[in-house]
């Protein structure tokens, strides 16, 4: 029935039959709205969020945001047009992520493959724990699980999605403790020793959180002396395992990081899983940033021993582009080792009496219950460009920063923290005024304000994106990470002028 004509009908009938078919006239109107809202997010988000010559960012302090967004829920409903303008609003003052301009994070860019199944799983919006009522991707999911595990040089094993790299390495930490203690389960932490856990300055800081959360407690995160170049120094490591034994601890894991959040290293993973094995601990490889280099023949050498970990998490949203959220945990076990940690046998859920094999609702691996698909936006996209395709996404990033590093060399001011091991370039910009000055007390002072006042003002003209850091003894310097395909020599070449431009007269 036409949506006007049944405006109308409803209209002229009795209130009690009006309510019979007010289902009818929300169905018909709520598909209005949802055709006209997909054509502003296609237009503001898809195409003027992802052209150069538009903004990153349309900045408002938050007073001004927050009146101009009207946040406040009333008891009464707005108008479709009203609610389109909220749409509007929302993509407008909202950060395009997908922009070439934008250096901010460890994702962006916009693969379309990854969106339409990210588009398909919200309409569908099914909930991934069993197999009657999610049978496709439960299935799915299996299958993505197995291809990323080959990757890492796996034939057999487990694993799950999760909810963001920090729940995978938090997964590792509780596996780990389950498998050596595994009456933690049900007597709880009063029934172990003080556990240690090793990691480096570099990790992730869901190391540290999952300590405290998982009831270890941050004290028990030791921290292994890195090299120059930010990698874990296994030496140290067999040392500090040594010294934590003598001080009555019980070493249980190892966290590794292929690609750090900073600088981008690479921990030397065979020569610790030498320590690992000799001490009989868990080896966990942080790889949610670096993982991707598995897909590329020419730069998988720098997670070289990845196969020899217990467990590995790999974020696919980030270098990949598969889009928020998609982070996998993949386990080299064999045993179900992640059910019996992890399971509850809720009865109303996991009947064992059903028709088909039990074995396939998965849901009891997790620690959720409502669990999203995240599966379908890799599959959809690796089916799409293949591993080929996705090993030329890799090294297409290398070739960028390669790129970059050289215009870097032939401009004044841009100084290198360190040579980049993968796709972060950290930098100092040194404006003219501080040139020369490097033997002046105060030049280390000075030199740490300039990234922060950079930043501020390409936030508020809206022209870019790019963190800033301080890392040890070292002051504020930035950190660009460079992996989008949608990128160019002629983003590299912006992204240098734009530093150059606002901050020469600093």
């Not at 009006?18 to 709205?33: S, V």
């Not at 001004?64 to 509007?88: F, H, N, P």
Request: charged letters at 25%; one cysteine or more; proline letters at 4%.
């Amino acid at each position: 029935m036409n949506h006007s004509i049944l405006v109308w009908f409803s209209h002229t009938l009795q209130p009690s039959l009006r309510d019979l078919t007010q289902p009818l006239i929300d169905h018909a109107e709520g598909q209005l709205f949802l055709n006209e809202a997909f054509k502003i997010i296609v237009e503001e988000v898809l195409h003027k969020g992802t052209d150069a010559e538009e903004k990153v960012c349309e900045w408002r302090e938050p007073e001004s945001l927050a009146l101009l967004l009207d946040l406040q829920l009333r008891d009464t409903g707005e108008s479709q047009g009203r609610l389109l303008q909220r749409v509007r609003n929302v993509a407008k003052y909202s950060i395009k992520t997908s922009h070439p301009h934008f250096f901010n994070q460890q994702f962006g860019g916009v693969d379309y493959h990854s969106l339409a199944g990210r588009f398909l799983t919200e309409a569908l919006n099914t909930n991934l724990f069993t197999y009657e009522v999610a049978p496709v991707f439960v299935l799915m999911e299996t299958e993505v699980l197995k291809a990323l595990r080959q990757l890492v040089g796996w034939t057999d094993g487990d694993g799950i999605f999760c909810p963001g790299g920090s729940t995978s390495n938090m997964y590792a930490m509780n596996l780990a403790r389950y498998k050596l203690f595994p009456e933690v389960k049900t007597k709880g932490l009063w029934a172990l020793p003080r556990l240690a856990i090793f990691s480096s300055p570099g990790s992730h800081y869901s190391v540290q959180k999952g300590a405290s959360y998982l009831g270890f407690g941050t004290d028990s995160v030791v921290l292994v002396k890195v090299d120059d170049g930010g990698r874990m120094i296994p030496e140290d490591l067999d040392a500090k395992i040594e010294l934590a034994k003598s001080q009555g601890f019980v070493p249980l894991l190892v966290s590794c990081t292929s690609g750090t959040t900073v600088l981008g290293s690479f921990d030397p993973l065979d020569c610790i899983a030498d320590v690992c094995d000799k001490h009989q601990l868990w080896m966990h490889v942080d790889a949610a940033w670096g993982g991707s280099v598995l897909f590329s023949k020419q730069h998988r050498h720098l997670m070289k021993g990845v196969e020899r970990a217990k467990s590995v998490s790999w974020n696919p949203h980030k270098m990949l582009l598969a889009g928020l959220q998609c982070s996998a945990f993949l386990l080299q076990d064999t045993t179900n080792l992640l059910k019996r940690c992890n399971c509850a046998n809720a009865s109303y859920l996991f009947q064992q009496d059903k028709f088909y094999d039990v074995n396939l609702d998965i849901g009891d691996k997790s620690v959720q219950c409502s669990r999203k698909v995240d599966c379908l936006k890799l599959w959809l996209m690796w089916k799409a460009v293949g591993s080929t395709g996705l090993e030329h996404r890799v090294d297409k990033a290398f070739l960028h920063v390669r790129y970059l590093l050289e215009q870097m060399k032939k401009r004044d001011g841009f100084q290198l923290v360190s040579t980049p091991e993968f796709v972060n370039v950290c930098f100092w910009f040194i404006p003219p005024s501080l040139r020369g000055k490097e033997g002046n007390a105060d030049y280390q002072d000075k030199l740490a304000k300039v990234a922060p006042v950079i930043k501020e003002r390409m936030m508020k003209e809206g022209t870019m994106m790019v963190g800033y850091q301080p890392l040890g003894d070292l002051g504020n310097f930035f950190r660009v990470t460079v992996f989008s395909p949608h990128i160019c020599h002629k983003d590299m070449d912006f992204f240098l002028d734009e530093i150059e431009r606002l901050g020469k007269c600093l």
